[in-house]
């Protein structure tokens, strides 16, 4: 149930591994692409693993397509933030009173698979109890149980972290529907499926383990692995400050750092910080959990805070460099809140941009995928769309690398500097080379540390 980046990338994937799957879309533009063989979002690898498994797919608008005789039923729908910092459990309740409605298999576990607070198995649970005795009439005697398999996929590579996951969680009180999942699932435990042609099996990954666990402790899981992520870069965010301060190399610290394997060297990367859907809103839930026990997570807060202040970094780190943005022409190079995906949701890019817009200046945006979502969604910002990456340098008083997308990267950079009217770059995710930009011409900024031999 949900077609979005976590559904759709998880039924194309059962569905390659053999299993018979109907996609359940309450979008009936998405169901309709979906059925004409094109994805509805940008994720590496998804067109072309939909065509190898198409035999095992359905697309549908209709729950009783999708739900009657299943023996799984994963819900994948959103569950956005609301201001209190609660997700908005709406879809979440709409879909399992459809399903309640609709399920009528000899046992169905239906999986919250979309990240939902600690209860929320407990609660999906009464609800499909309530729509199945209300629908069918009679008293339901354990045909349906509930579990949690939290989804750990990055976009950007979500067909390889479904395929060749660190780890898979499951949770549930009611053991047959762990009993269940274990057995959906035992081609990915053992890695005992042929890898598509194009996306080979990493050398280092052997049998993935398994957690099994009660459902409080898998839906909690995934708050604490979100939150340690986006407290692990909030921190050497943090450090990239004090490295400017003294004068230290950050991206030397943070190898330094990431090289004890107590810490690993991955999540280090300084810069604007993160975005997304999902790691702004899991901490604001996380936060809003512990506090209905009049609990507060003072660690989980500041990473929140340290990240916010990364997006005005970007900005006074040109204030400091040009003084005065009123009237500047600035260029962004990226929209989407990482490199392969077209996912703007909570994008630092889009906070800079208008950061930079309330202080009078004027933005030249660009994004090699998410330009046309970007159009949509934020049509207030759209005139400021560039064609080309000639126009974000062109006449421009500074640009600043925001989504580190590997064009950008391999940019011919002398090719630009000429075209600026003050050739200023802000490097925001510190993935330039400061000595050769400096050769060029550019003047180098970064927002975390002070690069070696500047
Ligand atoms: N995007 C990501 O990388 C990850 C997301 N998650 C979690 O997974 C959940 C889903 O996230 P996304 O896939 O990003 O969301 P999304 O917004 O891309 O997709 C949700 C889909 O559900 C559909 N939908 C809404 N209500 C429905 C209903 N009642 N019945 C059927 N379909 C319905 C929507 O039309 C939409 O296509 C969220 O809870 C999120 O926190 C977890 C791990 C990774
Ligand atoms: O629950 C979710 O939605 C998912 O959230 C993240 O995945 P995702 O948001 O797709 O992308 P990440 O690769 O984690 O990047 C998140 C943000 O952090 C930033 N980031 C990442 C790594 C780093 O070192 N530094 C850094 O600033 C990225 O640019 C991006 O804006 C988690 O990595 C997934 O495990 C999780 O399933």
Same mark, same amino acid.
């Given at each position: 149930m949900g077609t979005g980046y976590v559904g759709l990338t998880t039924g194309i994937c059962l569905a390659y591994l053999g299993h018979e799957v109907t996609c359940v879309d309450l979008s009936q533009e998405k169901v309709d692409l979906l059925r004409a063989g094109r994805s509805p979002i940008y994720e590496p690898f998804l067109d072309e693993l939909m065509h190898e498994a198409a035999h095992n797919l359905t697309f549908t608008t209709d729950y009783a397509e999708g739900v009657p005789g299943a023996e799984?039923?994963?819900?994948?729908?959103?569950?956005?933030?609301?201001?209190?910092?609660?997700?908005d459990l709406r879809f979440l309740r709409m879909a399992a009173e459809s399903i309640g409605k609709t399920i009528d298999g000899e046992f169905t576990v239906v999986v919250n698979k979309s990240t939902v607070p600690i209860g929320s198995g407990n609660w999906v649970e009464s609800i499909l109890r309530e729509s199945f005795e209300?629908?069918?009439s009679r008293r339901a005697a354990g045909e349906f149980a509930v579990a949690s398999n939290p989804e750990f996929l990055r976009e950007g590579s979500a067909i390889h972290d479904t395929l060749f996951p660190d780890r898979i969680v499951i949770g549930s009180d009611n053991p047959r529907s762990l009993d269940v999942l274990n057995r959906l699932y035992r081609a990915?435990?053992?890695?005992?499926?042929?890898?598509?042609?194009?996306?080979?099996?990493?050398?280092?990954?052997?049998?993935?383990p398994l957690v099994s666990t009660d459902l409080a402790s898998a839906e909690l899981i995934k708050y604490a692995a979100n939150a340690f992520l986006a407290l692990k870069i909030s921190y050497i965010n943090e450090i990239g400050k004090l490295a400017n301060k003294v004068g230290a190399d950050i991206n030397q610290v943070a190898r330094g750092t990431g090289l004890d394997a107590r810490?690993?060297?991955?999540?280090?990367?300084?810069?604007?910080?993160?975005?997304?859907?999902?790691?702004?809103?899991?901490? !604001?839930? $996380?936060?809003?959990?512990?506090? *209905?026990?009049?609990? /507060?997570?003072p660690i989980v807060s500041a990473a929140r805070e340290v990240n916010q202040r990364q997006r005005e970094e970007a900005v006074n780190k040109l204030l400091d460099e040009l003084r005065i943005l009123k009237g500047r022409k600035i260029g962004l190079l990226g929209l989407a809140f990482k490199?392969?995906?077209?996912?703007l949701r909570d994008s630092p890019a889009i906070d800079i941009a208008k950061l930079m817009i309330a202080r009078g200046a004027r933005v030249k945006l660009h994004d090699p995928v998410a330009a046309e979502r970007f159009r949509a969604e934020q049509p207030?910002?759209? !005139?400021? $769309?560039?064609?080309?990456?000639? *126009?974000?340098?062109? /006449?421009?008083?500074?640009?600043?690398?925001?989504?580190?997308?590997?064009?950008y990267l391999e940019l011919d950079w002398g090719k630009y500097v000429?075209?600026?009217?003050?050739?200023?770059?802000?490097?925001?995710?510190?993935?330039?080379d400061p000595q050769r930009l400096s050769r060029l011409g550019y003047t180098y900024l970064t927002i975390a540390g002070r690069p070696v031999g500047l």
């Amino acid at each position: 149930m949900g077609t979005g980046y976590v559904g759709l990338t998880t039924g194309i994937c059962l569905a390659y591994l053999g299993h018979e799957v109907t996609c359940v879309d309450l979008s009936q533009e998405k169901v309709d692409l979906l059925r004409a063989g094109r994805s509805p979002i940008y994720e590496p690898f998804l067109d072309e693993l939909m065509h190898e498994a198409a035999h095992n797919l359905t697309f549908t608008t209709d729950y009783a397509e999708g739900v009657p005789g299943a023996e799984v039923v994963f819900v994948a729908v959103q569950t956005p933030s609301l201001p209190d910092g609660q997700p908005d459990l709406r879809f979440l309740r709409m879909a399992a009173e459809s399903i309640g409605k609709t399920i009528d298999g000899e046992f169905t576990v239906v999986v919250n698979k979309s990240t939902v607070p600690i209860g929320s198995g407990n609660w999906v649970e009464s609800i499909l109890r309530e729509s199945f005795e209300g629908f069918h009439s009679r008293r339901a005697a354990g045909e349906f149980a509930v579990a949690s398999n939290p989804e750990f996929l990055r976009e950007g590579s979500a067909i390889h972290d479904t395929l060749f996951p660190d780890r898979i969680v499951i949770g549930s009180d009611n053991p047959r529907s762990l009993d269940v999942l274990n057995r959906l699932y035992r081609a990915v435990l053992n890695q005992s499926f042929t890898a598509p042609t194009f996306l080979p099996r990493p050398e280092e990954v052997g049998a993935v383990p398994l957690v099994s666990t009660d459902l409080a402790s898998a839906e909690l899981i995934k708050y604490a692995a979100n939150a340690f992520l986006a407290l692990k870069i909030s921190y050497i965010n943090e450090i990239g400050k004090l490295a400017n301060k003294v004068g230290a190399d950050i991206n030397q610290v943070a190898r330094g750092t990431g090289l004890d394997a107590r810490i690993g060297s991955r999540f280090l990367q300084p810069g604007v910080g993160w975005g997304g859907s999902c790691f702004g809103k899991d901490t !604001a839930a $996380l936060i809003a959990t512990a506090a *209905e026990y009049s609990y /507060d997570m003072p660690i989980v807060s500041a990473a929140r805070e340290v990240n916010q202040r990364q997006r005005e970094e970007a900005v006074n780190k040109l204030l400091d460099e040009l003084r005065i943005l009123k009237g500047r022409k600035i260029g962004l190079l990226g929209l989407a809140f990482k490199p392969n995906t077209d996912d703007l949701r909570d994008s630092p890019a889009i906070d800079i941009a208008k950061l930079m817009i309330a202080r009078g200046a004027r933005v030249k945006l660009h994004d090699p995928v998410a330009a046309e979502r970007f159009r949509a969604e934020q049509p207030e910002l759209a !005139a400021s $769309l560039c064609e080309s990456v000639d *126009e974000v340098f062109d /006449d421009s008083d500074a640009v600043v690398l925001v989504t580190e997308w590997p064009q950008y990267l391999e940019l011919d950079w002398g090719k630009y500097v000429g075209l600026m009217r003050t050739p200023v770059v802000l490097d925001g995710r510190n993935v330039l080379d400061p000595q050769r930009l400096s050769r060029l011409g550019y003047t180098y900024l970064t927002i975390a540390g002070r690069p070696v031999g500047l």
